[in-house]
């Protein structure tokens, strides 16, 4: 039950990104579940560097869309050189 809560919720934070985001975006439903995924990890061991969450705690919800902002800016910059 735990693997498919996170990809509900991936998929939920990576759609909230990208509406954030501006710009077009061309990620599929796959890729928007790993985007919110990969935010929400980014987010934890950002929020865990800074001093803001516990080693081994998890992102809140809008830590986690933070987390995807930053990661689909980052994949943008790639993408855009490529």
Not at 43 to 53: E, M, S
């Amino acid at each position: 039950m735990g693997i498919i809560s996170m990809i509900v919720v991936g998929f939920i934070v990576g759609l909230i990104a990208r509406a954030i985001m501006p710009g077009e975006q061309k990620l599929g439903i796959i890729l928007t579940v790993i985007l919110g995924i990969v935010g929400s990890l980014v987010a934890g061991y950002l929020g865990a560097a800074v001093g803001l969450y516990a080693p081994g705690e998890g992102a809140g919800w809008i830590g986690s869309i933070v987390g995807a902002i930053i990661v689909l800016f980052v994949y943008g910059l790639i993408a855009k050189k490529s």
